[in-house]
Every structure is written in structure tokens, then in C-alpha cells.
T-cell receptor, first 116, second 116 residues
Framework: GAGVSQSPRYKVAKRGQDVALRCDPI?????LFWYQQALGQGPEFLTY????????KSGLPSDRFFAERPEGSVSTLKIQRTQQEDSAVYLC??????????????FGNGTRLTVT | DQQVKQNSPSLSVQEGRISILNCDYT??????FLWYKKYPAEGPTFLIS?????DKNEDGRFTVFLNKSAKHLSLHIVPSQPGDSAVYFC???????????????FGKGTHLIIQP
């Protein structure tokens, strides 16, 4: 596809369940970011990959959050034992290079997670 | 504490007039600024950017102004068109910020409504 693809678009989970969110970046894009956007807020940084290497995970809110990109393309964000405060839209973005100064981030449409 | 602030949650402008969206930042390490536009149920899309070495950048109907001393930037859209109705996010980046690979810090967004 031409853009960043995220699945599922919507996910409803009961509190305590584990969820996995998938991101297919634009082919050939080296950098991949995950952001969390709560209702009425701007996106907040979660983690960053350069190819398969996770270079920054300082934004992950707790050790229940885990992200991987094993082959340097598709990435999965996993949330274990979901809680209500995890309800948000999870955005994935990719870029050709690591610096936004050289290549802007391209965002997917996000996965809206609702924890009941 | 928010490092990027968009103090107007919404703005209504008549079609054909100028729209001015404002953004303030507190982190003096930010040296690159971007505006993203977001339609409902879609991810943000890159609009325009400016480096801190400039005070103005123009692209068609869109112009971004940067006042470093005031830590303020604004996005001007002229003339405003119905398709410009969206949420606009101001974002900032600093080399070696906590986002890794100059990840972005976003404001909360301003909902621009263009009235016919």
C-alpha cells in the first residue's frame, strides 16, 4: 500500500486482557514511531525503531507496554493486562530517515483501543 | 507540564478570510517546528515546517511564522477554504530530545472550522 497501515482500526478489550496492535509502515522506511493519543490531547511519543533496533522506549507508560519490529518492517505494540487508562488511539508513523528535518513522519489512521 | 501549547481549542473562520492558528512552546531546546493537519478518523498529515534559523516559511496558502524570542509560532492560511476544516497540531522537535531521533512533542490541537 501507499501509506502506513494499522490494524485493527478498533479494538475493545475487557480490563485485564492482552492486546496486540499492528503497524505496516511505508515500504523502505527506516524509522518507525508509536504514539498514544488520548481523547482531547495531542499524540504523545511512546517508542522509536530504526530498522529492527528499538532505540528509544522512554515514552512507554509502564512495563505492560512492549513493542517490537523483528525484521525491520512490520511492528507490533503489545499491551498486557489492559487497564481503563490505556483507552486511546494508538498511532504509528514511519519516515525514510531518522530525522524529521529531512523527512516528515507519515502517520497511519490509528487503532482506537477501548478498555471496558 | 506541557511543552507545546495551543491555547485555542477551536477557531471559526469565514471562507475566504485568513485563519491564524497559534502555538507557544516552553522548551528552549526545540529548534524545528511542524504543523500537522488531522481529519476525523485519520492520522495526522504533515503540512509545513520551519527551522529555528528562519522566521518564516511559505508554501502556497500556508505560511508559518516563528518568533524565537517569544517562543511563539503561528500558522496562517489564506484564503481559507472549506477543506481546511480539521484539527491542526503544532509539533516541536529538539535534537537528542527524549523522543529519540528527534521525536516530536505535540500540542493538544486547534479545531479549525471554516464557515461558508
Amino acid at each position: 500500500g501507499a501509506g502506513v497501515s494499522q490494524s485493527p482500526r478498533y479494538k475493545v478489550a475487557k480490563r485485564g486482557q492482552d492486546v496486540a496492535l499492528r503497524c505496516d509502515p511505508i515500504s523502505g522506511h527506516v524509522s518507525l514511531f508509536w504514539y498514544q493519543q488520548a481523547l482531547g490531547q495531542g499524540p504523545e511519543f511512546l517508542t522509536y525503531f530504526q530498522n529492527e533496533a528499538q532505540l528509544d522506549k522512554s515514552g512507554l507508560p509502564s512495563d505492560r507496554f512492549f513493542a517490537e519490529r523483528p525484521e525491520g518492517s512490520v511492528s507490533t505494540l503489545k499491551i498486557q493486562r489492559t487497564q481503563q487508562e490505556d483507552s486511546a488511539v494508538y498511532l504509528c508513523a514511519s519516515s525514510q530517515q531518522g530525522s524529521v528535518r529531512n523527512s516528515p513522519l507519515h502517520f497511519g489512521n490509528g487503532t482506537r483501543l477501548t478498555v471496558t | 507540564d506541557q511543552q507545546v501549547k495551543q491555547n485555542s481549542p477551536s477557531l471559526s473562520v469565514q471562507e475566504g478570510r485568513i485563519s491564524i492558528l497559534n502555538c507557544d512552546y516552553t522548551n528552549s531546546m526545540f529548534d524545528y517546528f511542524l504543523w500537522y493537519k488531522k481529519y476525523p478518523a485519520e492520522g495526522p498529515t504533515f503540512l509545513i515546517s520551519i527551522s529555528s534559523i528562519k522566521d518564516k516559511n511559505e508554501d502556497g496558502r500556508f505560511t508559518v511564522f516563528l518568533n524565537k524570542s517569544a517562543k511563539h509560532l503561528s500558522l496562517h492560511i489564506v484564503p481559507s477554504q472549506p477543506g481546511d476544516s480539521a484539527v491542526y497540531f503544532c509539533a516541536a522537535s529538539a535534537v537528542l530530545s527524549g523522543g529519540g531521533a528527534d521525536g516530536l512533542t505535540f500540542g493538544k490541537g486547534t479545531h479549525l472550522i471554516i464557515q461558508p
